[in-house]
């Protein structure tokens, strides 16, 4: 079954600053990937998600993510970080069949003033 | 429209005690889930409904039961409870195209 890695388990930023959180994903094939993120307290969200077409992705907030194919990675990025985007975030993708998800251990990201 | 409740949404336990997390979705989703986060280790599939009247187990159900009462409603119990499960508990229901869509979670203490 496919299984993801994210290997930035804490990262410190500066408002302002650039972000790029790394996924990488087991194997190749087709492939769809998530990234869902959970502010402080809340429950997971959807940022964004790849399922064919175009690789660069566009989701909510300014988040954006790359699918590579040849990397095997789907790194999430935001050119200019807030202090509101402090949060737990996770890539995800489906394995095993049932809509199941098998999520990654997770980058918790602290943006400070 | 209240997507996926959770009830309750912290709960204290002794050792060798047990509950039930219920957990109830109306956006008449057909699968529904049920996830532990624990820090360092993302989110873990306990047990997962595809449909009304199927559960299976996911990676980590040793110590839990599940029970799909329902197409809305899908409970999670713990019959003997152990500080290993001290957690965070999500339940989540298939929105389409393997899409997710969670709840608010338990925070479960196990002493």
């Known amino acids: 079954a496919q299984s993801v890695s994210q290997h930035n388990h804490h990262v410190i930023l500066s408002e302002a600053a650039s972000l790029e959180l790394g996924c990488n994903y087991s194997?190749?094939?087709?492939?769809?990937l998530f990234w869902y993120v959970q502010y402080p307290g809340q429950h997971l969200q959807l940022l964004l998600k790849y399922f064919s077409g175009d690789p660069l992705v566009k989701g909510i907030k300014g988040f954006e993510a790359e699918f590579i194919k040849s990397k095997f990675s789907f790194n999430l990025r935001k050119p200019s970080v807030q202090w509101s985007d402090t949060a737990e975030y996770f890539c995800a993708v489906p394995s095993g069949g049932g809509n199941k998800l098998t999520f990654g251990t997770g980058t918790q990201l602290k943006v400070e003033l | 429209n209240a997507g996926v409740t959770q009830t309750p949404k912290f709960q204290v336990l002794k050792t060798g005690q047990s509950m039930t997390l219920q957990c109830a979705q109306d956006m008449n989703h057909n699968s529904m889930y049920w996830y532990r986060q624990d820090p360092g280790m993302g989110l873990r599939l306990i047990y997962y409904s595809a449909s009304e009247g199927t559960t299976d187990k996911g990676e980590v159900p040793n110590g839990y039961n599940v029970s799909r009462l329902n197409k809305r409603e899908f409970s999670l119990r713990l019959e003997s409870a152990a500080p290993s499960q001290t957690s965070v508990y999500f339940c989540?229901?298939?929105?389409?195209?393997?899409?997710?869509?969670f709840g608010p979670g338990t925070r479960l203490t196990v002493l």
């Open positions: 194997y190749g094939g087709t492939v769809n």
């Open positions: 989540a229901s298939h929105r389409g195209e393997s899409t997710q869509y």
